[in-house]
């Protein structure tokens, strides 16, 4: 049983990470814009039944006074995390411009980052590439988004004289196949 799980498990993050496109195309201001593929962005959606059915059942078969609680806490807790996950999903965007590298996020403020600027850039445990300033501003690009070929283009042509940006381009172009 537990095998038939981690199959299954495996088998659908694989799925996940291969909804993405690979690449993406050029905006008409010659920028690249990596986001979510759509797949991630219909399950976020879609995780908003949980709660609202949650939310049903409490209010056609309502608990004993003293289990309410029970209810409406697991209300605020799938809440919570689909608001996280909607947020990230269709707020997280990653440009790719001649100037530099862009995040924009529902966690922080906006960050550029010009190429000359960067000082590394690391693969993280987290399934995310770090790229790092020489003033200490940080970009996270997750392996999630849709234009990772792109991206890969990108920091070959961009930053190969960085020492593990040959490494990472190769574990980039690895998860596809």
Not at 27 to 47: A, C, G, I, Q
Not at 110 to 125: F, L, M, R
Request: proline residues 4%.
């Amino acid at each position: 049983m537990h095998d038939l799980l981690e199959i299954l498990v495996k088998g659908w993050l694989r799925t996940m990470l291969l909804s993405a496109s690979p690449r993406v195309k050029q905006t008409r201001d010659r920028r690249y814009v990596l986001t979510h593929s759509r797949l991630w962005k219909y399950l976020s959606l879609s995780l908003w039944l949980f709660p609202v059915a949650i939310m049903i059942v409490v209010r056609v078969s309502p608990p004993a006074p003293d289990e309410r609680w029970i209810g409406w806490t697991l209300i605020a807790v799938f809440g919570a995390m689909c608001l996280v996950l909607t947020l990230e999903v269709f707020r997280r965007q990653i440009e790719l411009a001649d100037y530099g590298v862009s995040q924009k996020s529902a966690w922080s403020p906006a960050v550029t980052i010009g190429w000359a600027e960067v000082s590394e850039v690391t693969w993280q445990a987290t399934e995310e590439i770090v790229i790092r300033s020489k003033r200490g501003k940080s970009i996270r690009v997750s392996l999630w988004l849709a234009g990772m070929e792109t991206f890969a283009d990108e920091l070959e042509a961009r930053l190969s004289q960085l020492p593990k940006v040959a490494d990472i381009v190769k574990r980039i172009r690895a998860l596809r196949n």
